[in-house]
């Protein structure tokens, strides 16, 4: 009989490599919030993957950022780097080019101090003629002594399989670490959280999207039934209020619309769903701040 593996699986690389995408479509379910906004992860998040072989804790961790510009960008930095350690195996996404820019050579430096196998995983193929595959494979292969180089689209679900097997490989043979039902670490107030922000990230302009934070005040279930919750949307300037709001309250109700509907299907119910808007100047630089909306080191159990 072959013995059970499990461990945990770092995804990493440049922002909008499709990390959150490939997370939530290797686990069959959506988890991590997407869209086509740098910096959309910001927090390590947790997700299962359980089948007979064993077990695979992915964790999504923010795009790596060449510079930080405040506060939250290094304490990003931060979840990004300290998440190598931990790993069993990390996966390295990159976009499918020959082309390696500054950026992922300063995240090949930052593999260099552990001793991590490093998977690199060539995402988005589905954007490429398949006959482009191994020459971009074989240009990033003297770049860091890679475990395994798998190409796969995260989007159109190609290739999987072999990266799961591939994953599994080098993953050190232990006992189950969660559940077997278990999706995710994550409390549902902070997933719900989660889908408010990326709702605002597909609805508000360009300038406003990352001075935005979501945080839950009410998360509870009425005797009739029905999940109640309270989020307040906070943005940095006045200006964004505005913005967040729009004519009449327009802009907030129609985010608010499209969050309730996929919080009611993690629900598995009816959702009342009251958003308010808050300004804190440059909540970003405010270490206190940052604490409050969830952006701080855990300490591990």
Known sequence: MEKTKSGFAAMIGRPNTGKSTLMNHLIGQKIAITSDRPQTTRNRI?????????????????????????????????????????????LWLVEPSSYIGEGDREIAEALRKVTTPVILVINKTDTIRKDQVLGIMDSWKDLYPFAEIVPVSGLMEKNLDDLMDTIFRYLPEGPLLYDEETLTDQPVREIAAEIIREKALLCLKEEVPHGIAVTVEKYTLRPDGVTEIQAS??????????????????????????????????????????????????WRDNELLLKNYGYYKKKES
Do not use: W
């Open 46 to 90: 947790q997700t299962v993957y359980t089948d007979e072989r064993g077990q695979i804790i992915f964790v999504d961790t923010p795009g790596f950022l060449r510079k930080s510009h405040n506060r939250l960008g290094e304490y990003m930095m931060d979840v990004s780097v300290g998440t190598l350690a931990d790993a069993d195996v990390v």
């Open 233 to 282: 949307v906070i943005c940095e300037k006045n200006s964004h209020k505005g913005i967040v709001i729009g004519r009449g309250g327009a802009m907030l109700k129609r985010i608010g619309t499209l969050a309730r509907r996929e919080i009611e299907e993690l629900a598995g119910g009816q959702v009342f769903l009251k958003l308010f808007v808050k300004v804190r100047k440059d």
